[in-house]
């Protein structure tokens, strides 16, 4: 428990240290490279949160993108990890599917918007097919990884004991693939948010990216840095409760040796 407060401590002070150069940076007009001279300080961000806290359309926002998020993140994961298993598990489904992932993953999230809305009858369901793309392709690429590095002489030993195929898929397979899976699950949840701001920035009417980028339109400074911290923060919280609910399914795993 000291160990893990400290921890936490050096973290906190951190991101303390950060803020105050930050402050230091934009009071004093710092330009070197990077120019500070329109940059809010964190205290003229703080009061503008303070307000943005006090009405209800910027709980609106966050409403919005998390649900989008949820939708698109929950479609990708049972998309991802089935096509994963499959393409791990049989080089026929390898084949087939790889060239597709391959070929779509370098596309970027902003460059499916306009197929997106061409494609699809709502803003709100582009904006989660969008997020659901950027969520699918680390979620697939993991699973395959877990699964082609399961252990084969575990799998001989299942099926010389007399296990089914179905058998080994479930208590040999996937457990062991279970480490590569969450971090997929990890690095997803983090894509998302990034596929969603770009969805939201070019076709929303709610949500957080629309937010921030709605703040550059009007030049309202303060409002963009919320809206950027924001975002991460959402982003850090998910990735945290994702990596929490998956503990429990890596118990067996031994702990890292990093001191």
Known sequence: MKATG????????????????????????????????????????????????????????????????????????????????????????????????????????????PLAILMLPTEQSSIIFITFLGALFPVVLNTVHGVEQTNSVLIRAARSLGAS?????????????????????????????????????????YGIGYYTWNSYTLIQYPQIIIGMLTIGGLGTLCTLLVRYSCNPLLKWQAKGGRS
């Not at 409403?63 to 049989?90: D, E, F, K, P, T």
């Open 165 to 205: 195929k179905t058998a080994i898929l479930w208590h040999v397979v996937l457990p062991g693939a279970m480490p590569s899976i969450v971090a997929g699950l990890a690095i997803g949840m983090g894509v998302a948010w990034f596929s969603l701001l770009a969805g939201e920035i070019i076709s929303g009417q």
């Open 6 to 113: 400290t921890r936490y401590l050096v973290r906190t002070l951190a991101l303390v240290a950060a803020v105050m150069l930050w402050q230091l940076a934009s009071t004093n007009g710092f330009h070197f490279y990077i120019n500070f001279d329109n940059i809010p300080a964190p205290s003229v961000v703080g009061a503008a949160l303070v307000s943005e806290l006090t009405g209800q359309e910027f709980y609106l926002h966050i409403l919005h993108s998390l649900q989008r998020v949820a939708i698109a993140y929950v479609l990708a994961v049972v998309v991802g990890v089935v096509l994963g298993v499959a393409m791990g598990r049989s080089r026929w489904a390898e084949d087939i599917i790889l060239p597709y992932i391959e070929l779509l993953r370098p596309i970027p999230a902003v460059a499916w918007i």
